[in-house]
């Protein structure tokens, strides 16, 4: 089966070392397996909850997009989006909204820190906390759940954002489910070995902490931030104890096994930190270098960049857009034209109306048959790769959109988007097929 990764990077700041080590390394990486399919994208409505420089939040968006493609993701392969160009998003994180209870949302982290704040300062508890603070895990859960991921790679702080979106998502398919799962629950994942790369003070590299190295600055740049790595005083050619030395950590997080292993012994054996810094940016030089190169010729071709995410978005949306015609229904936001249908309305028309007939094939696929009121099949319908597939396609065939019935011979077609989802059989003459479609208007056609 395949495997949907999904993480979101907030474009409030330029990457930098830990943000590629942490997250945009192992992505990419994650992004290339064959039974995987990702889903990458700048998650620029959470950037504004942060941050109310616009200057600031079009550079990131620029500077994040341009790190992704320059560090190799395949953009044919992954789906590479802007959170803002798909607008199911916010839609969907009002339906969540409205499931997400609210004493959830308070034990959030960053949440309960701004009113631990607060209070120890004596302030109101909510003083400077905004609805876009409050409700980020939501936003955060609509994410995750349009593109029902199975995977999320974050950070650890993050971790307890996606066991909040399995919450928002088990309670929306328990309420509206009817049995089935609308939403896959997802499963944060952590890299262990280089979740939280050191920054130059052996603090958790941050910009909150002003401990960064640049990911795609000059080599003059990536140099100077190096020297400023705290090292202890041990001189020259004494012995240096690697495992309390977070310059040994941000080593390993880019070393092969043997590097790593010669790296250590000479440190046990005296290497100066000077040129224990030297070996680190060489290290990090031989790895940026040339993705450094494809940055800065990325970013100056803005124009280039946009077509991409629009081209990502496109994509993202032939998921999204379906997948949210189908929430809405199952919340009860439908077409008037569709048959009344739930709990509520009774019994459906058992008889003397027609019906569509689902059913797996030998080879795992979904077919559907639409019968006529007689029983007699009206259309046999394309092979889907999942029930979901076959499921809306019979959705959007009761929708009471006009239908796209083409002739061909004594049979016919039903088409949507460009393809044919439904075959009829082969009629007798061309007047038994034109009556058949008329049973099959009629079967399709909105009930009273
Ligand atoms: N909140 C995440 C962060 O700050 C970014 C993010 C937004 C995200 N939406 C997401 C991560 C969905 C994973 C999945 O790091």
């Not at 290339?32 to 409505?45: E, I, K, P, T, W």
Request: proline share 4%; charged share 25%; aromatic share 8%.
């Amino acid at each position: 089966m395949t495997t949907r990764i999904l993480t979101g990077i907030t474009t409030t700041g330029t990457p930098h070392l830990g943000n590629y080590a942490g997250a945009i390394r192992p992505a990419i990486v994650a992004s290339r397996a064959g039974d995987v399919d990702s889903f990458y994208f700048l998650a620029d409505y959470h950037a504004l909850i942060k941050c109310d420089d616009p200057a600031r939040i079009q550079r990131s968006r620029l500077e994040i997009a341009a790190t992704w493609l320059a560090c190799g993701l395949d953009t044919d392969k992954a789906t590479f989006y802007r959170q803002s160009d798909i607008p199911e998003i916010p839609e969907l994180t009002w339906l969540l909204t409205c499931v997400s209870a609210k004493g959830l949302l308070n034990r959030a982290h960053a949440y309960k820190a701004s009113v631990d704040k607060n209070v120890e300062a004596g302030e109101d508890p909510d003083a400077g906390v905004t609805m876009g603070l409050y409700s980020y895990p939501v936003l955060m859960a609509a994410d995750i759940l349009m593109f029902n991921a199975h995977k999320v790679p974050v950070g650890r702080d993050q971790i307890q954002h996606v066991e909040m979106a399995r919450d928002i998502g088990q309670r929306f398919n328990h309420l509206f489910g009817a049995g089935r799962e609308l939403f896959t629950l997802p499963e944060a994942v952590i890299e262990e070995e280089v979740a939280t790369l050191p920054g130059l003070d052996g603090r958790k590299m941050s910009k909150s902490y002003d401990n960064t190295i640049p990911l795609f600055g000059s080599a003059k740049q990536l140099k100077d931030a190096i020297a400023r790595i705290v090292t202890d005083s041990r001189a020259p050619g004494e012995p240096k104890d690697p495992d309390s030395a977070h310059l040994f950590t941000l080593y390993q997080a880019f070393a092969t096994p043997e590097q790593l292993a010669a790296f250590r012994a000479e440190l046990l054996d005296g290497l100066a930190w000077g040129e224990a810094k030297q070996r680190l940016f060489q290290l990090l030089d031989n790895e940026l270098g040339e993705a450094r190169e494809r940055y800065h010729a990325l970013i100056e071709r803005p124009a280039d960049l946009e077509d991409i995410l629009l081209a990502g978005a496109a994509k993202a949306r032939k998921t999204a857009t379906p997948f949210l015609n189908e929430l809405r229904e199952a919340v009860g936001l439908r077409s008037f034209r569709s048959a009344v249908q739930g709990n509520e309305g009774g019994k459906k028309k058992a008889t003397k109306s027609a019906r569509f007939v689902s059913f797996r094939e030998d080879d795992g696929s979904f077919r559907f048959r639409l019968l006529d009121a007689a029983g007699e099949q009206l259309l046999l319908s394309s092979a889907f790769a999942d029930g979901k597939a076959a499921g809306q396609v019979t959705k959007r065939l009761q929708a009471g959109e006009a239908l796209d019935i083409r002739v061909d011979g004594n049979a016919f077609a039903v088409w949507l988007d460009g393809a044919a989802v439904a075959q009829s059989p082969a009629f007798a003459d061309l007047q038994a097929c034109e009556q058949a479609i008329e049973r099959l208007r009629e079967a399709l056609a909105p009930q009273d």
